[in-house]
């Protein structure tokens, strides 16, 4: 009964790499983000899909695609991983309007 | 873009004691939530709470959206409210995004 889901909760791999975070949410709701945790613990904006639609992209290096198959999904592909790219990220979603909820996270790092 | 500062950063408690986390923002805001996030990682939603005021068991919420803050008050603290307190803002045009503070890091001592 998870509302948002993450897959994987932990991702250890090279520098170079490239890796695929997964979110599913099923509450319903059309405008689906994600958010990166520094090691400081500051959460940022990092893109948002409404209706499956690129909303906000915030000054993210390209090397960061994120992919919505639909509604209920939101994926994050990020190629040639680099040491600065360890963090947590957090994947949300909302009604257009409204209360965004959290998934459990996914903690990256980078070796 | 719109601030948010919280204070304080950091606060120790004994269990059992009340306390006060306050969060202002620079504009107008369509959205303010307040969050826990404990020690495991997990955001927890508080609160929804662009105006007025919520209660929910020990904790309680005030947000005076013409006066740009809210205030979070903890009841009764107890070992399992420790953890990273944020509030957050979405403000019009922001297309629903939400702007984080830097949190205050809460710990309830028994």
């Known amino acids: 009964d998870t509302a948002v889901s993450q897959t994987p909760k932990y991702l250890v791999t090279q520098m170079g790499n490239d890796k695929s975070i997964k979110c599913e949410q099923n509450l319903g709701h059309d405008t689906m983000y994600w958010y990166k945790q520094d090691s400081k613990k500051f959460l940022k904006i990092m893109f948002s899909?409404?209706?499956?639609?690129?909303?906000i992209n915030e000054t993210v290096p390209n090397r960061f695609s994120p992919k919505s198959p639909d509604k209920a999904h939101l994926n994050l592909h990020i190629n040639s991983l680099e040491l600065g790219d360890s963090a947590v990220y957090f994947c949300a979603s909302s009604p257009s309007w409204g209360e965004q909820f959290f998934g459990p996270g996914t903690r990256l790092t980078v070796l | 873009g719109i601030q948010v500062e919280q204070s304080p950063p950091d606060l120790i408690l004994q269990e059992g004691a009340n306390s006060t986390l306050r969060c202002n923002f620079s504009d107008s805001v369509n959205n303010l939530q307040w969050f826990h996030q404990n020690p495991w990682g997990q955001l927890i939603n508080l609160f929804y709470?662009?105006?007025g005021t919520k209660q929910n068991g020990r904790l309680s919420a005030t947000t005076v959206a013409t006066e740009r803050y809210s205030l979070l008050y903890i009841s009764s603290s107890q070992t399992t409210d420790s953890g990273v307190y944020f509030c957050?803002?979405?403000?019009?045009?922001?297309?629903?995004?939400?702007?984080f503070g830097k949190g205050t890091l809460l710990t309830v001592n028994p």
């Open positions: 709470i662009p105006s």
């Open positions: 899909y409404n209706n499956k639609e690129l909303i």
């Open positions: 957050a803002v979405e403000s019009g045009g922001s297309n629903y995004k939400l702007t």
